[in-house]
């Protein structure tokens, strides 16, 4: 069975949207990022980190879900085809993921996705062999966890996620900022745990409570993306004549756009919120559809050949975005953590990913699999000659 070239190519472009989108972790990491001002970003830094906030944040790392998914049951049919495990072979996968996610958040980015790719593995393997329906309901059962779990939490949706101004913070609040800026610039990774581990967190508990309660409905999303990339590999959705979905998802794509915008200005309405959080993962099938469109027609078009060398490494490409741009923000490196410049960082990962496309190309001129790539598949397949799947 010919491997789809269009996933490949999503999954290198939505790799891209990633990197974007740990910016924000990188250089201000994950509580700084919701207050610019306090790094004196001017003007035009500030519209390109808001225009990253509601284009990217949260939007991609969905679309990468899904392919995962989708991966997830065609290797699964590739193996039920060589008459091989599928249940071991899927475990393994999800073990060596977690462990390879846990030892990127350790050292690397405390933003990982892949310990979470991992865990959803292990949790929904057996789903491979179900029926299509029994992954229908589990998506009902995740989407009826998160309206009771909105129920309950409604009178407290004012989550901390507006963008607040250096005024707006108090003594405390500024010293934390300094204090973790200081150590991400120049600390080790022990000296940045410890900090964490040690560190009174100076933020309100409502703050945080809220922040907590919107964390934990947003996980119920995951398994939502995963599983709905199962369902796109059995109904064969990117080889498929989907022109209907392309269009109502396109012609939606603004109206997500919006309601996310205004949730990150306006946080305070319940309403704004609900709507809000439901349009920043509804805007990736939008991308999605618009990539699709795009592919369809111009896919001749040599970029689509770069995507999909991308994509093919993509294991390899995520964790090489993190090493860089450790060593381009933190202590062992060039110490940018918390720098007043966001349109240089955006610079930066740009030219990186376009050197990632070169030689992500030029690599699999030569070779069928990344070394990360390659290793997961060695233990997945439990042989030091891991077959390419047919």
Request: glycine content about 6%; charged content about 15%; proline content about 2%.
């Amino acid at each position: 069975m010919r491997r789809l070239t269009i996933v490949d190519s999503l999954r290198g472009f939505s790799l891209l949207g990633i990197l974007f989108a740990n910016l924000l972790i990188f250089q201000f990491g994950i509580t700084g990022a919701k207050y610019p001002d306090f790094y004196g970003l001017n003007t035009i830094d500030k519209i390109l980190l808001y225009t990253d906030y509601v284009l990217i944040h949260d939007s991609a790392m969905p679309i990468f879900l899904l392919l995962f998914g989708f991966g997830v049951v065609k290797m699964s049919e590739s193996l039920m085809r060589q008459n091989k495990s599928v249940n071991l072979v899927l475990i393994r996968r999800g073990i060596m993921l977690f462990v390879i996610g846990i030892l990127h958040a350790i050292f690397l980015f405390n933003g990982d996705i892949l310990s979470l790719y991992g865990c959803m593995l292990l949790c929904f393997f057996w789903l491979v062999k179900r029926h299509i329906k029994v992954m229908y309901a589990m998506i009902g059962l995740c989407i009826l966890i998160i309206l009771c779990m909105g129920l309950f939490s409604y009178n407290d949706k004012s989550e901390n996620t507006q963008l607040t101004t250096h005024n707006q913070l108090s003594l405390k609040q500024e010293q934390f900022l300094s204090k973790e800026m200081k150590v991400y610039k120049y600390g080790n990774t022990y000296e940045r745990r410890k900090f964490f581990q040690t560190e009174d967190y100076p933020f309100t508990s409502e703050e945080t409570e809220l922040s907590t309660i919107s964390a934990f409905i947003s996980i119920f999303y995951v398994p939502i993306f995963f599983i709905m990339g199962m369902i796109f590999a059995k109904n064969n959705f990117f080889s498929a004549n989907n022109t209907k979905f392309i269009k109502i998802m396109i012609i939606l794509m603004p109206i997500f756009l919006l309601f996310k915008s205004i949730m990150l200005f306006y946080p305070q309405n319940s309403w704004t919120t609900d709507l809000g959080t439901l349009s920043t993962y509804a805007v990736s099938l939008s991308y999605i559809a618009l990539f699709m469109f795009v592919y369809y027609r111009y896919q001749d078009a040599k970029i689509f050949n770069y995507f999909e060398s991308v994509g093919k490494l993509s294991l390899t490409n995520y964790i090489s975005q993190s090493i860089f741009h450790a060593w381009i923000y933190y202590g062992f490196g060039l110490h940018r953590f918390g720098d007043n410049s966001f349109t240089l960082s955006l610079l930066i990962a740009l030219i990186f990913y376009i050197l990632q496309m070169v030689a992500s190309h030029r690599y699999m001129q030569h070779f069928k699999y990344g070394p990360l790539e390659y290793l997961v598949r060695m233990v997945s397949y439990w042989s030091l000659h891991p077959k390419k799947a047919v």
